[in-house]
C-alpha cells in the first residue's frame, strides 16, 4: 500500500469522489447543483485549500480510501461558514486545531487502511487533530482506536454532534 499525495495523482479524483458519496450518510439530493455543493463542502475545498493535507491510499492503482483535512480550523473562517455546525466547538480548536475527513472504500475496511491515513495525517499537524461526527456513528469505535479519546457532545440545530479530540505530540 501507498499513500500519496491527490496532487501527484489527480487521476485518482474520480475514485475519491466515488468512495466519498458511497460512504456519505447522504444519498439523495434535490438537484445536480445540491450535490456539487454537498461535495464541495465535504471535499473539494480540502483538495483547493489544502492540498498537502490531501492524502490517498493506493494499492496497484486503485484507491483504497483517503483523508484530508485542514491545519487549523480556528484560522478558517472560509470552512467555518461552509460548515456552520464547527462553530459550536470554537473553544476546543486551541487544542485540537487540526481538523479531519476520512473514507474507505468498502472492501477496504478493517485492513488497517485507515489507521496508516490517520497516522500519516497526524505526521503533518501540530498540536491536536479533531473531527466532528454524530454521537450514534459506526466509525465512532474506529477513531477511539485510534486515539480520539477527547469526547464532547453538543447541540447544532437539534441535533447532538460528537467531537472527538486526539493531542498529538508536534514533529
Given at each position: 500500500?501507498?499513500?500519496?499525495?491527490?496532487?501527484?495523482?489527480?487521476?485518482?479524483?474520480?475514485?475519491?469522489?466515488?468512495?466519498?458519496?458511497?460512504?456519505?450518510?447522504?444519498?439523495?439530493?434535490?438537484?445536480?447543483?445540491?450535490?456539487?455543493?454537498?461535495?464541495?463542502?465535504?471535499?473539494?475545498?480540502?483538495?483547493?485549500?489544502?492540498?498537502?493535507?490531501?492524502?490517498?491510499?493506493?494499492?496497484?492503482?486503485?484507491?483504497?480510501?483517503?483523508?484530508?483535512?485542514?491545519?487549523?480550523?480556528?484560522?478558517?473562517?472560509?470552512?467555518?461558514?461552509?460548515?456552520?455546525?464547527?462553530?459550536?466547538?470554537?473553544?476546543?480548536?486551541?487544542?485540537?486545531?487540526?481538523?479531519?475527513?476520512?473514507?474507505?472504500?468498502?472492501?477496504?475496511?478493517?485492513?488497517?487502511?485507515?489507521?496508516?491515513?490517520?497516522?500519516?495525517?497526524?505526521?503533518?499537524?501540530?498540536?491536536?487533530?479533531?473531527?466532528?461526527?454524530?454521537?450514534?456513528?459506526?466509525?465512532?469505535?474506529?477513531?477511539?482506536?485510534n486515539g480520539y479519546n477527547f469526547n464532547d457532545i453538543r447541540v447544532f440545530s437539534g441535533s447532538d454532534l460528537l467531537f472527538m479530540g486526539k493531542s498529538i505530540?508536534?514533529?
Amino acid at each position: 500500500m501507498n499513500i500519496i499525495s491527490l496532487n501527484t495523482s489527480p487521476t485518482l479524483w474520480d475514485e475519491v469522489v466515488n468512495i466519498f458519496f458511497e460512504s456519505s450518510s447522504v444519498k439523495e439530493f434535490t438537484d445536480e447543483k445540491s450535490k456539487e455543493e454537498f461535495l464541495y463542502k465535504y471535499l473539494g475545498y480540502y483538495k483547493e485549500n489544502y492540498p498537502e493535507f490531501f492524502l490517498v491510499a493506493t494499492f496497484e492503482n486503485k484507491v483504497l480510501g483517503y483523508i484530508c483535512g485542514s491545519p487549523n480550523s480556528l484560522d478558517d473562517s472560509e470552512l467555518l461558514g461552509l460548515l456552520p455546525h464547527f462553530g459550536v466547538f470554537k473553544d476546543l480548536y486551541d487544542d485540537f486545531p487540526a481538523h479531519l475527513h476520512i473514507n474507505l472504500a468498502r472492501a477496504s475496511r478493517g485492513m488497517g487502511v485507515g489507521s496508516k491515513l490517520v497516522q500519516r495525517f497526524e505526521s503533518i499537524c501540530r498540536g491536536g487533530v479533531h473531527l466532528i461526527t454524530s454521537p450514534t456513528a459506526r466509525n465512532k469505535s474506529f477513531y477511539l482506536k485510534n486515539g480520539y479519546n477527547f469526547n464532547d457532545i453538543r447541540v447544532f440545530s437539534g441535533s447532538d454532534l460528537l467531537f472527538m479530540g486526539k493531542s498529538i505530540i508536534d514533529r
